[in-house]
């Protein structure tokens, strides 16, 4: 759990991420799909733009079923998001993971990574392509929540909703929101697909060191 | 599996397969979630998704601040047209007859006389200009006039500690809300739509304005009310829409 063991271990195994971080990640892969689809099924119901989402992507099989899905998944997105995100400011977590972000460096390592020469040696420290997705994946998430918040309780939390523009600015928020955490989540995918030891490592923890 | 393999799995590697495993089974988990339209038919599933809409309403209860008021806007915002919304077709809209009218009451209410049309109009009459917000996401902006509804309440002596105020209506349609929002200063016993007396596609002779709750908690041609202590549930609650439904 301890996030101070980066260094190397007498084995040759580095820590890569700490047990907090793996629990929290798949739980949010679940609570995070069921909220996609049952969003969409909600969203069919009254569509924002000219289309809508195929029904078998789709959570809850008409507008009811999806609302319960949605209202009760929020549940453990939220608490999950609390416990990934207070252990992230409160470890260290995200300043020794997340930072720096310079947008120079981020465009560097862009462009490394489509010429297929971003380096992946140390699994243990994300470039910056991967921190700036990851923070950007943050804080989509976040701008999720409230303007979820703001959808589901425009009176209640008319604060919220005002800074978003009320309850229509509100819910284009909630939708390019969701498309940019699913743009995000799409990418880290086929990241970790063309990179696949990276992925027994958000199980393990760890990672055998290259040398 | 040959032995040369075995004797490799070691400790360390076994925990990592298992690992793995548990992983793997999760992925699937969740895309049996995803293609499963049937899942939430499924009564285990049902339940708990029921369960946690009854936490909702609680989470809601304790959410709704009684003094909070829903934002108004200038009569330029209204929406026009206004849309219609039911659970049938606009042309199934029923016609009820005003002269024949009388409100009925009934449960836990002091004077329990019925009530006609001429003396709900001359009771003191308020004005609103708010977003109603569907189930379904989208919203609406209109006018409605009519009285109060706490003050409603407290001439005919209900009981303002009872838990619901349940609605039937002259459409077959019923629903039911929590006396904290029946008694909100915005919700309102509607007898007028932008300036006129209110259509039937709007529900006349009257329809309660709840501004603090989604449309199908608002319910139209009302004919009778009552008062209770006992969960009277509703029209679309009942198929599984959330019973709170507050905004």
């Excluded at chain 1, 029904?55 to 997105?77: D, E, K, R, V």
């Excluded at chain 1, 420290?125 to 989509?140: D, G, M, S, T």
């Excluded at chain 2, 309440?153 to 039911?176: E, N, P």
Aim: aromatic share 12%.
């Amino acid at each position: 759990m301890a996030d101070d063991l980066l260094g190397v271990e007498r084995s040759g195994w580095i820590k890569v991420h700490p047990l907090v971080v793996r629990i929290t990640h798949w739980i949010n892969v679940l609570a995070v799909l069921i909220m996609l689809a049952s969003g969409w099924q909600i969203y069919n119901a009254s569509p924002l733009f000219d289309f809508t989402f195929p029904p078998a992507l789709t959570l809850g099989g008409w507008l009811a079923g999806a609302l319960q899905w949605h209202f009760a998944a929020m549940w453990l997105f939220v608490l999950n998001g609390i416990v990934y995100v207070a252990y992230g400011l409160a470890s260290g977590h995200f300043r020794r993971k997340l930072l720096p972000l310079s947008p120079r460096a981020v465009l560097h390592d862009i462009g490394d990574a489509f010429r297929g020469r971003l380096a992946h040696d140390d699994l243990s420290k994300y470039n910056a392509a991967q921190r700036a997705a990851y923070a950007a994946l943050i804080v989509a998430l976040l701008v999720l929540v409230a303007s979820g918040l703001a959808i589901w309780k425009p009176v209640q939390l008319y604060w919220l909703a005002s800074v978003m523009g009320d309850y229509e600015g509100a819910r284009l928020v909630h939708f390019f929101a969701m498309a940019a955490v699913v743009l995000i989540v799409l990418v880290h995918v086929l990241m970790v697909i063309l990179v696949p030891r990276t992925f027994p490592t958000m199980f393990t923890g760890r990672a055998r060191r290259v040398s | 599996m040959n032995k040369s393999f075995l004797v490799h799995r070691t400790p360390q590697v076994k925990r990592l397969e298992r690992r793995l495993f548990l992983g793997r089974s999760l992925s699937l988990g969740a895309l049996a979630l995803l293609s499963g339209c049937n899942l939430t038919d499924d009564a285990a599933v049902q339940r708990v998704l029921t369960a946690m809409s009854r936490w909702n309403d609680g989470a809601q209860d304790w959410l709704f601040d009684p003094k909070r008021l829903a934002p108004e806007f200038p009569e330029s915002r209204i929406t026009q047209p206004f849309p219609f919304n039911g659970y049938y077709a606009e042309d199934e809209v029923i016609e009820v007859d005003g002269g024949r009218y009388r409100l009925e009451l009934s449960g836990l209410i002091r004077d329990r006389k019925p009530w006609t049309l001429a003396e709900l109009y001359a009771l003191p009459q308020v004005s609103q200009v708010t977003r109603l917000i569907c189930v379904e996401g989208w919203s609406a902006i209109g006018k409605w006039s009519g009285v109060r509804f706490s003050e409603f309440l407290q001439r005919i002596g209900a009981d303002l500690t009872a838990k619901y105020v349940g609605f039937k209506c002259a459409d077959k349609y019923h629903t039911s809300i929590d006396m904290a929002t029946a008694l909100h200063p915005q919700t309102q016993l509607s007898f007028r739509f932008a300036d006129a007396l209110l259509p039937a596609k709007y529900g006349f002779p009257m329809k309660l304005r709840i501004p603090t709750k989604l449309g199908f908690k608002n319910p139209k041609h009302i004919a009778a009310i009552f008062v209770t202590n006992t969960y009277p549930g509703g029209y679309w609650e009942d198929q599984g829409y959330n019973w709170h439904s507050g905004s």
